[in-house]
Each structure stands twice: as C-alpha cells, then as structure tokens.
C-alpha cells in the first residue's frame, strides 16, 4: 500500500497512479509519555510549536504573504506500507514516511529515523525544521525528514537490512531519492551501516549514475564518507555555544566570564549527540555535572568523566551502579531542573514544557535536540531572562558536514588530497628562511606541527567552525537589529533567505 501526497497550500492532491487511502487525523498527533510528561494538556504539538515559531517570525521578514504561505506549506509527502516475515513465521506490516517541505534548493535534506513513535506530524515538523535549519547556516539544501515506524531492538540485523532496503526501494520508485533529488542521513536508531544498505540498493536501480555515493550522507569512511561527520552534530553545540559565550549580552544576562573553561554543564540525553557534546565541553575545560537517559539521570557536582561515563553504559546499558559519589535520578527529566551554567536538552521534542518551566535554573540553553522547548516554556524562559539558542541553529553541524560529504562524493577526491603536500611545501620554504633569518634551526616536532598540511578532518573541522561562527553572528545582528530572541531572529533570517530565492526565480504557474 502506497500513499503520494502533494500538499499545496489549500487542497491535497493523490498522483493518479496511487489509490487514495485515508491517514486517520490521530496520526498526526501520536505522543509518548517521553514527551508529554513536562506540557500541559493544552501545549501545542510538535507541529503545531513549529508552525507557530514560523508564523511569528513571519510577522517580522517583510515578506510577501503569498511567498510566506508557499514556505510554510510541505511540498510533497510519501507514506508507504509492505510486509516484513518475522523469526517466529508471523508478519509485520512496516509503516514507513519521507517528508519533502520546500524544494526551493535541491536536492532536499533530512534524516531517516527508526522508531515505534515516528508519526506522519513528527515527519512533517522536522522536515520544516530542516529546511529553515539549511537556511539559516547557508546550505543549499530543502529540507526533509523520513522514519520508519519500528522499534530496532526487536528486529535482527538480517531483518532491518530487509526493511532498510524495501523502504529504499520504495523511495526509489516514487523519486524520493537521489544525489540532485533528495538525501537522506543518519537520525535516531540509524547509523553509517544503514546508510550503506541505502547507498547500495540505489545503486542497483541506477546502475549509471556515477554519482550514486551521493544520495546518501552518513555512511562509513569506506563507502565515500567523510572524516568528521559523526561528531559534527555535538562539535556544532560546541562551537554554537561557545560563541554566544562571547557576546557581551549574553555575559550581562548569565552573569558568565565568556569562556566554556569553567562552567557547569548538564546534558539530557547520551547518545551520539550528548556524548560529543559532553566530549568537547569537558576537553576544553567545562565541568559535565549530570547526564540524562531513558531509564534515569546521573549527577554529581564535582563532575563527571565523561568518557569512562559513555563506556560504562554502554557494557552496562544504565547508568545504575557507576559511582558511589554520583547520584542516581529515577525520574530522567528531573535532570532538566538541575542548576548549573549551561542546559543543553539533546534528546527528544517537548521536554521543558509549562509544567516544568519554572524549576529550570540554568542561566543558558542551547537546544541539541530538535524543539524540546514548547513556545509557552520558550516564552517564560525569555522572559525570566534565560537565553535560548535554537535548535534550528545550533544542531545544524550535521546537516553542515553531511553537505561536505555530498561534496566529496560529487568531486570523487578526499579533501586535501590535491594540495596538502603543496602546502607542506610552501610552509617548509617559509619555515627554511625564518630559520636562516633568526640563526636557530627548529626540532623535528616543531616543524612537523608548523608545516602540517591539512587533511580532512581537519578541513572538515575548519569549515564547521566558520560556519557555525558566521550563523551564530547573523543570527545575533538580526536579534539586536529587531530586538527579539535568538529563535525567532534565527527564523527571521532563514524566511527571508528562502523568500529571496521563490522571489528571484518566479515560482513556475503560480499565475
């Protein structure tokens, strides 16, 4: 059963080729107690928070409400079903989405989660996240989002191949795929080995594209990946955060010094993400004091080491049991109401909402996770004076460099291939007539540290930091400019970047 929806802005259209089967209204609002527990009855949905942080940044672009409403509304949308055989003889009926929001710049960007809550709103809200998120650090892509609705953990390693590559296959055939079309990406309960299975059941539907590496980011080093890309998420927190740190607003309003070497750090949720975050914060001087997790939180305020932290839940799958100085939360989200310097929510949607609002201490929140702050919460943040940075600006590493890999793959060359050695050369030159200059020659270490050419990874690295230092600083012009919060400046910038485009290219049979 298959299901191609085109979504204009007042009417929903089925290709012909497809039979029209009714979606029932409760999927677009599915919610897990995960992300329920912090909001009051009334708090908007996922959705529903994305389109209202939209709407009122719209207010403020001076866009045109024709162009306004043509960005808000999804461009297409697929939802697919077929069956899976089980290990015991029974079949599974797999329930799988792919989002596409705006096509204004192709291809298209999103990830592809496996989870039992995926739901056709979370599709579509984070399909819409994704491409204000490209908008706002300058990549050019759309943006999309696609899930398949099983739980991992219940299926073997045979099977999820079945599932990865049937879903692929369908994506195939409806267009939903490819290098100039749309790529998808790692997200939650996917990974590099995923992405291999994807990359390579394209290429069996297009045999002649050699560009087919590309329609995929997130896979292995080995399958055409790219140095840098599984920790780009988490170092974009990083390098996000710590620019704000530098602001003197922000130094007024925290009453922090400016730098990360010294502050206190709590972190929500401990996967990829979390734990890189956790990683660079604590590399670079930042105490991690609590972490938190499905089953429990950990916290202890002389700080956490965060490797030896990652290494024991992983072998022990809790947190239960790791330290006798460090204390055991049962209820994970009481980690959100620890005080400390820096809160970064970096698990799911929904996770400060009114009910907990007011027992948020922290003095600063950079949003990992996409949406965790509903807009009532975000509001009574702002107004207590607590800054937030938006997720759809400081999670943006890793759309970032999954465009650098698309770039590699396009190029057919690993970066730094072409001029490392040119480099080295010319610096060796340089180092040669200093030394002949000031009558000293240099050890062995010091030269090969000074004439280093750069290599991937750290070309990769380098291209983050400015990108996340150029969004951060237009994102604070257009906050002090208009005098509103970081989200909805951010969101002020991105609309007028994809308005800029539908505006300057004519929007074909629009009249």
């Known amino acids: 059963m298959n299901l191609l929806l085109k979504r204009l802005?007042?009417?929903?259209?089925?290709?012909?080729?497809?039979?029209?089967?009714?979606?029932?209204?409760?999927?677009?609002?599915l919610s897990t107690h995960a992300t329920q527990s912090a909001c009051e009855p009334d708090e908007p949905h996922f959705l529903q928070s994305v389109e209202m942080y939209y709407d009122d940044a719209a207010r403020l672009s001076n866009v045109n409400p024709g162009t306004l409403g043509h960005i808000k509304a999804v461009d297409s949308l697929l939802r697919v079903t077929f069956p899976i055989e089980t290990s015991d003889g029974k079949t599974d009926i797999i329930e799988g989405y792919r989002a596409q929001h705006s096509r204004h710049r192709l291809p298209v960007k999103g990830g592809i989660?496996?989870?039992?809550?995926?739901?056709?709103?979370?599709?579509?809200a984070l399909a819409a996240l994704m491409t204000f998120k490209c908008a706002v650090v300058?990549?050019?892509?759309?943006?999309?989002?696609?899930?398949?609705?099983?739980?991992?953990?219940?299926?073997?390693?045979?099977?999820?191949?079945?599932?990865?590559?049937?879903?692929?296959?369908?994506?195939?055939?409806?267009?939903?795929?490819?290098?100039?079309?749309?790529?998808?990406?790692?997200?939650?309960?996917?990974g590099p080995r995923e992405m291999s299975w994807i990359m390579d059941t394209y290429r069996q539907f297009n045999a002649s594209d050699v560009n087919a590496a590309g329609c995929v980011t997130g896979k292995p080093i080995a399958q055409g990946g790219v140095r840098g890309r599984n920790e780009a998420t988490g170092l974009g927190v990083f390098y996000g955060i710590r620019e704000f740190l530098k602001y003197p607003e922000i130094q007024k309003k925290t009453g922090l010094k400016g730098t990360v070497e010294g502050t206190s750090v709590v972190i929500q949720g401990f996967g990829n993400v979390g734990y890189f975050a956790a990683k660079f914060f604590e590399t670079n001087g930042a105490k991690v004091i609590g972490v938190g997790e499905r089953?429990?939180?950990?916290?202890?305020?002389?700080?956490?080491?965060?490797?030896?932290?990652?290494?024991?839940?992983?072998?022990?799958?809790?947190?239960?049991?790791?330290?006798?100085?460090?204390?055991i939360i049962d209820e994970p989200a009481k980690i959100l109401e620890v005080e400390c310097d820096i809160l970064i929510p970096a698990a799911l949607e929904r996770q400060i909402g009114l009910r907990n609002v007011d027992k948020i201490k922290a003095k600063l929140i950079?949003?990992?996770?996409?949406?965790?702050?509903?807009?009532?919460?975000?509001?009574?943040?702002?107004?207590r004076g607590i800054p937030v940075i938006p997720d759809l600006l400081l999670n943006a590493g890793g759309v970032t460099v999954s465009y650098f890999e698309w770039l590699k793959n396009l190029s057919h060359v690993r970066f730094g291939r072409m001029n490392k050695k040119w480099d080295?050369?010319?610096?060796?030159k340089l180092v040669s007539l200093v030394e002949e200059s000031a009558g000293r020659s240099l050890t062995e270490a010091e030269r090969k540290q000074i004439v280093h050419g750069a290599e991937e990874a750290d070309l990769i690295y380098s291209g983050l930091e400015d990108t996340m230092h150029e969004a951060c600083k237009e994102t604070r012009t257009t906050a002090n400019l208009k005098n509103i919060d970081y989200r909805t400046a951010a969101f002020v910038n991105a609309i007028q970047k994809i308005a800029t485009v539908y505006e300057g290219t004519g929007m074909i049979f629009m009249t």
């Open 113 to 124: 989660r496996f989870s039992d809550e995926v739901d056709l709103q979370e599709v579509e």
């Open 366 to 383: 950079g949003e990992a996770a996409n949406g965790p702050i509903t807009p009532g919460a975000h509001r009574k943040l702002e107004a």
């Open 138 to 190: 300058d990549v050019p892509f759309g943006g999309a989002k696609g899930g398949i609705k099983i739980d991992p953990k219940k299926y073997t390693t045979e099977q999820l191949e079945r599932i990865t590559r049937r879903y692929t296959m369908e994506l195939c055939q409806k267009k939903f795929i490819g290098p100039g079309v749309d790529v998808p990406a790692p997200d939650v309960g996917t």
């Open 424 to 428: 080295e050369l010319s610096k060796t």
């Open 295 to 327: 089953d429990c939180s950990i916290y202890d305020p002389k700080g956490l080491d965060v490797e030896a932290l990652f290494q024991f839940r992983k072998d022990n799958g809790t947190f239960r049991g790791y330290s006798a100085s460090a204390t």
């Open 9 to 29: 802005p007042s009417t929903v259209r089925l290709a012909p080729s497809f039979r029209a089967v009714a979606i029932p209204t409760y999927s677009r609002f």
